[in-house]
């Protein structure tokens, strides 16, 4: 049986989604955050020495880092669906977003939030230089990274429905969370309204829905 070893308000609802896009049976073991430090419970280090959400596990199978989850859930479950053929351009960008969701956009956002954090918990006396500081960092590398990032993903979207061609694949899932993130914190205005959709189309999906509904509402990286 699959367990998805789920932390809450977390990116491992992308893993929840994807299998109610399959239709496979799963369990889900809810893990709440630390209520000081927001960090995953010590009790996730006992399944991997990461001690990070998601975590899967499938028999004697333990595995980590969601990429690598999808890969695993695809290859053996999917049956080729969610997925587009080998040899196809609509493989490449597949290919292509799966990788960009960690490696290009979820970094720029995540320290968006820890500058922010740091800014706003700093103590009193160093607040300012603390904010100088975060300032300085959004201007100059936060900021217009994730406007490059976001003005090419709208630009994708002009030429195709989902992120890797007309098809819902994976990718979509995988990129339906920073996507969220980046509604959420960096702000999807009126030069987004192809991401904007994109955010409508995957919240009207019924398994999208179901995994909300299993995982628990989700506020992106609070």
């Excluded at 280090?45 to 998601?54: D, F, I, R």
């Excluded at 969701?101 to 720029?108: I, K, N, V």
């Excluded at 920073?178 to 994109?198: E, M, S, T």
Aim: glycine share 8%; proline share 7%.
């Amino acid at each position: 049986m699959i367990t998805v070893h789920h932390l809450e308000n977390s990116r491992s609802i992308r893993v929840l989604w994807l299998l109610e896009e399959l239709g496979l049976d799963y369990e889900i073991k809810h893990y709440a955050r630390d209520p000081v430090s927001n960090l995953a419970p010590p009790e996730l280090t006992a399944l991997h020495p990461l001690g990070k959400a998601p975590i899967v596990t499938d028999d004697e199978l333990v595995l980590a880092e969601t990429g690598a989850i999808f890969d695993y859930l695809l290859e053996r479950y999917g049956e080729g669906r969610l997925e587009p053929a080998r040899g196809t351009p609509e493989r490449l960008r597949y290919q292509y977003w799966m990788h960009a969701a960690e490696g290009s956009l979820m970094p720029l956002l995540v320290m968006k939030l820890f500058f922010a954090r740091i800014e706003a918990r700093a103590p009193w006396l160093i607040r300012p230089v603390a904010r100088g500081i975060s300032r300085q960092v959004h201007e100059l590398y936060l900021g217009p990274g994730l406007g490059r990032m976001l003005d090419y993903m709208e630009s994708e979207l002009a030429a195709t429905t989902w992120f890797a061609g007309e098809a819902f694949t994976a990718a979509d899932i995988q990129m339906g969370f920073p996507v969220d993130v980046a509604a959420a914190r960096a702000g999807l205005d009126q030069r987004y309204p192809r991401l904007q959709a994109f955010v409508a189309r995957c919240q009207a999906r019924p398994a999208h829905q179901a995994a909300i509904a299993r995982g628990g509402t989700l506020t992106p990286l609070s």
